[in-house]
């Protein structure tokens, strides 16, 4: 069951997150990717891969980096059913992640190398076709956590290619790539805590 960790987090009667019924197959050729940024007790940006019928997460305090020259923390955290990628809008105060989360970048990805393999060996190469994120990429699992594959952390680097640069890409394109919103518009609309959604849009 491999949404099994995922539901046991969640209240359903409560949250308005997907359970996540249905399992969906996809071909290789369009597996989609999602960057939600999540404004939980902590803000981070929640990076989905779609595979096997899951979207495999990993969440980044910082959020992803053009600069090749910049690792960003990302750890391993519970796969989430595919159609939480369209998911944005607010998880109730007091849930697991009660906060804000925005569709901050959404797009297809492209396996570079043998993903199995790669997940055996803590080394992911793949391309992304997003709105912000784009061209090659790789997550390198850290040594101290090898071996296991929840709450392990890895690094998200981004490889020299002519998507690379220097541009602070979180805070150059803060907005929803689905609704153009910010934070604060987003719980605004919910009836979310706007004043801590607002926290993590770019200051006036
Ligand atoms: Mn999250």
């Known amino acids: 069951m491999p949404l099994a960790k995922y539901r046991t987090k969640r209240d359903f009667k409560v949250t308005s997150e997907p359970k996540g019924v249905k399992r969906t197959k996809a071909a290789e050729d369009s597996l989609i990717f999602v960057v939600q940024k999540h404004q939980a007790s902590h803000l981070h940006y929640d990076f989905r891969l779609e595979w096997g019928g899951v979207l495999l997460s990993w969440a980044i305090p910082k959020g992803p980096s053009l600069d090749p020259s910049i690792k960003r923390l990302a750890m391993a955290v519970e796969d989430h059913p595919i159609e939480y990628a369209k998911f944005e809008g607010i998880i109730p105060e007091g849930q697991y992640g009660g906060g804000t989360v925005m569709v901050w970048d959404q797009g297809t990805w492209v396996p570079e190398t043998d993903i199995e393999s790669g997940l055996r060996d803590g ?16 997550l390198v699992r850290t040594k101290r956590s090898a071996g296991k594959t929840e709450r392990a952390s890895w690094l998200l680097i981004k490889h020299r290619d002519r998507y ?35 926290d993590s849009d770019p200051r006036k």
């Open 164 to 198: 690379a640069s220097t541009s602070d890409i979180v805070s150059v394109r803060p907005r929803s790539v689905i609704s153009k919103r910010l934070m604060a518009g987003i719980a605004t609309a919910a009836g979310g805590n706007i004043a801590k959604a607002a």
């Open 123 to 138: 080394e992911l190469k793949f391309s992304l076709h997003g709105k912000k994120l784009r061209g090659s990429w790789v």
